[in-house]
């Protein structure tokens, strides 16, 4: 457990380095962090094509990612807590060179090991069993004890698999099998994980680090403060908007905490919050961040590879759930400053509601139609302009930023942060706003180059970084002269190189835990897929949940939660659904719930990331506490009460894709987007046991009621009409014909697993076009045939509809669904919005007699 006694400024070393020596090692560490981040930028850049120098592949480039992290690990986190923090021992260093020689290894020997693959020589072995201890140390010493010990088990697992009890034992992996697969090869520790740190990880960091840098950290504090410090409970609401703005591009969730929390948790306390409220709204705002796409803790990106899906998918899936939790937790802390009857800041009356809302429809209006002039106007360019689209699009943002510049130049710099100062007076909007707008030129870039370009998540962190490198170079000194009042001296070129650099320095520091955690998860990775320890856990979850859906469900998010404590984001996601994914998927089918693999990897993810909040681990709530002075437990319970929602979105959406826009036309989405929002702001009202007014025990629970009305309108018109209609086997054919192509039909089957055990799942079949149900059986590539009253699949067509679909030879189809006319499940939201109507009318009247 964190110690209660650590400081704001030591939890955020913790993070990123505790160790702060003088002299000459302080210069050998900054000047690494200054190479690798170099040597990253390098690799996105399409530079080592231009020049034909300086090409790596994929594996070369995570042996060179590796090396600099854990020499980077040894230097910067010291052994132990009472270890030296002002100088690095030599043991230390010792320590950090060989581990960097272990990994350089790969690079260094890369065609020998290329031209024997599994012919280990002693070399190998000794690196690799060298090689592995020394990263588990690094994993105890960057994260703590609790991955570098899961790692060490899963290894101990492998080469004990014979000794094993009952149904976890294995035949076991020799030493040498071990390390030339954990090490040697791109199966364990130089895995996929460790590719996605090096590819795009790295980028989306140093891209959050150089923005901070730029000042846009403390630009989006106070443009949130400024928009909602007026309301009720101000301060708070400004915190989750600046949480979640930082949490855009923030890769820690403890780092978000302290960032936004020192600024805004002493002004939330100042308000009448208590010093645990204040704590709890700023760690549940920041852990949040997380889920917020376009990096979600660098998920997003382990997410592609692991899922197989677009990285554009992936961000479309999250975005929902993420926005939906935030604008019900500005509702939550609305709730709790309606509960401690607090007033706006200095008697400030929020505006007239239609007033806010003309503004922010104007405002919405001119964002949308500049988006669609700059859309269309470039894609009129670049077919226009050839070759040359390239060199007038950067000269057209080049003036665009300068022009920014001029505006900002035209109003008062932004004031220093200090959390001590009165509150009497609020920053105002307008020039708040318009001093920062160039710092969303990087964010343009790279959503541009992700959205429409549709570039690699890397190279479009890449373009985005070049433009930030751009503006830290020359903000300072042309805002100097662009101020021509002489009232403020933001700096040279100097000072924007110095900027750069440091910016460049705390990207690849904020970078070491992260490549170290990717690492390490390598290993368990390595050994589920080296022992087949994944079924063994599907077994042991089936054994515990009894066949029961919701009850294997509420197991996995548990096993979620536990394996989560003590890990960062990374890590976490990594561990959880190497393990839990594949549980949740074959459950599911064995219970005839088809649940996308997308959904599958966003529920786990969600789970893994509330342990940053869960007591008695809960890593950000100590956070939190160290700058609020409060219980640091008292402070994770509140947060975890807070973050009810955010346990709730992921069985909702396991058992209603809609909410994660899948197969989801435009309009249909924006409804759903309106209703679940409607929906979470009740659940919240619910759980927080306020609505108008104080609401009474029958009232939370209907309110609950209708908020799941909301959400799984399914549930309850499935009661009143079955979805599909029972069709015999020996009549598949004929059901194909009759339904439409947009549809499919749900199959139950009997087959073997790969280990040759029966197993009963549940697939769906898509339709194929075709005049016949015959014709369509064929599209389909699927052959079947009657034996007596059974029904088996006689030929599977290789790479068919039914193939990828799961069907193989010699399975039974048990029992055919096809789709059935019924009305739309939306209809159930009617009954639900009239018992929200009676909730209403019966707290406006306890509302009317209260005020009398």
Request: aromatic share 10%; with cysteine; charged share 10%.
């Amino acid at each position: 457990m964190p110690d209660k006694q650590l400081s704001t400024e030591e939890l955020i070393a913790q993070d990123v380095g505790a160790r702060t020596p003088v002299g000459a090692m302080a210069q050998v560490i900054a000047g690494l962090a200054l190479l690798w981040s170099l040597f990253q930028l390098w690799i996105a850049s399409p530079l080592p094509f231009v020049f034909g120098f300086g090409v790596f592949n994929d594996t070369q480039t995570r042996a060179i990612h590796l090396t600099f992290a854990l020499l980077l690990a040894f230097l910067a986190y010291p052994a132990f807590r009472k270890s030296p923090r002002d100088r690095v021992p030599l043991l230390d260093i010792a320590l950090g060179l060989i581990a960097a020689a272990c990994s350089a290894y790969l690079f260094v020997m890369y065609q020998q090991l290329a031209m024997r693959p599994g012919s280990l020589t002693t070399t190998d072995l000794v690196t690799a069993c060298i090689g592995i201890p020394l990263l588990l140390e690094a994993t105890r010493r960057a994260l703590g004890p609790a991955l570098a010990v899961i790692a060490l088990v899963f290894l101990v697992y492998s080469l004990a698999g014979p000794w094993m009890p009952g149904m976890l034992a294995h035949r076991g992996v020799s030493l040498n099998a071990l390390a030339n697969h954990q090490w040697i090869t791109t199966e364990g520790v130089f895995g996929i994980a460790l590719g996605v740190s090096t590819s795009f990880v790295f980028l989306f960091v140093l891209f959050g680090a150089l923005l901070e840098r730029a000042g846009a950290g403390h630009y989006f504090i106070q443009l949130a403060f400024s928009l909602l410090g007026h309301l009720r409970g101000g301060p708070a609401k400004a915190a989750v908007v600046a949480s979640g703005m930082t949490g855009l591009i923030s890769g820690s969730s403890i780092a978000n905490t302290v960032t936004t929390g020192t600024f805004t948790i002493p002004m939330m306390k100042r308000t009448g919050f208590s010093s645990e409220k204040a704590g709890a709204v700023e760690v549940a705002s920041s852990v949040n961040g997380q889920i917020m796409p376009p990096v979600m803790g660098a998920a997003a990106f382990l997410m592609v590879e692991y899922v197989g899906i677009p990285y554009i998918e992936v961000i479309k899936h999250a975005f929902l759930p993420a926005l939906i939790s935030y604008i019900a937790l500005i509702y939550i802390v609305h709730l709790e400053s309606m509960k401690l009857g607090l007033k706006p800041i200095g008697g400030h009356q929020p505006k007239p509601w239609l007033r806010r809302l003309t503004g922010f429809a104007f405002g919405a209006a001119l964002i949308s139609g500049l988006s669609l002039g700059v859309y269309y106007g470039l894609g009129w360019l670049k077919p226009a302009l050839g070759d040359a689209a390239m060199w007038v699009i950067g000269a057209l943002l080049a003036a665009v930023y300068v022009g920014l510049l001029k505006i900002a130049a035209s109003n008062p710099p932004l004031p220093p942060e200090d959390p001590n100062a009165p509150l009497d007076q609020l920053p105002q909007t307008r020039p708040v706003l318009l001093s920062g707008l160039h710092f969303l030129l990087p964010v343009v870039v790279l959503v541009w180059c992700l959205m429409v370009e549709r570039l690699s998540p890397g190279l479009s962190a890449f373009w985005g970084s070049v433009m930030l490198v751009f503006i830290l170079l020359t903000q300072r000194p042309l805002l100097s002269w662009l101020r021509t009042d002489g009232s403020h001296d933001h700096g040279s070129f100097k000072d924007g190189v110095i900027d750069l650099r440091e910016g460049l320095i705390a990207g690849a520091r904020n970078m070491i835990g992260i490549g170290i955690a990717t690492a390490a998860a390598g290993i368990i990775v390595g050994a589920v897929s080296q022992t087949g320890v994944g079924l063994v856990l599907a077994d042991l979850v089936e054994l515990l949940s009894m066949g029961n859906l919701l009850l294997m469900l509420l197991l996995t998010a548990f096993l979620s939660l536990i394996l989560g404590m003590g890990l960062p984001t990374t890590a976490n996601y990594i561990v959880v659904s190497s393990l839990l994914a594949p549980v949740v998927v074959a459950l599911g089918q064995q219970n005839g719930l088809i649940v996308p693999l997308i959904a599958v990897h966003l529920f786990v993810f969600y789970f893994g990331i509330m342990a940053d909040v869960t007591p008695p681990v809960g890593l950000a709530s100590f956070a939190a506490a160290a700058v609020s002075k409060g219980d640091p437990i008292k402070t994770g319970i509140m947060a975890f009460y807070y973050s009810l929602r955010t346990a709730a979105l992921p069985f909702l959406f396991i058992f209603n894709t809609d909410l994660l826009l899948i197969n989801v036309d435009f309009w249909h989405g924006v409804l759903i987007f309106i209703v679940a929002t409607i929906a979470m702001l009740i659940f919240a009202a619910g759980t927080q046991g306020f609505f108008l007014v104080r609401s009474r025990w029958y009232e939370n629970i209907l309110l609950l009621l209708v908020a799941f009305t909301l959400f799984r309108p399914g549930f309850w018109m499935d009661m009143l009409h079955d979805p599909y209609q029972e069709v015999p086997p020996a009549q598949l054919a004929q059901a194909l014909g009759e339904v439409s192509e947009d549809s499919q039909l749900r199959l139950r089957v009997r087959g073997e697993d790969a280990l040759g055990d029966p197993r009963t799942f549940t697939l769906l079949l898509p339709i194929p076009d075709g005049a016949t149900g015959e014709e369509r059986l064929s599209k389909l590539g699927l052959t079947l045939m009657e034996e007596g009253d059974k029904v088996l699949v006689d030929s599977v067509a290789f790479g068919s509809p039914a193939a990828e679909a799961g069907l193989e030879f010699d399975q039974q189809i048990l029992s055919v669904k096809a789709p059935t006319d019924r009305w739309v499940k939306e209809l159930m939201w009617i009954p639900g919005f009239l018992l929200f109507g009676l909730i209403v009318l019966l707290q406006r009247r306890r509302q009317r007699s209260q005020v009398a």
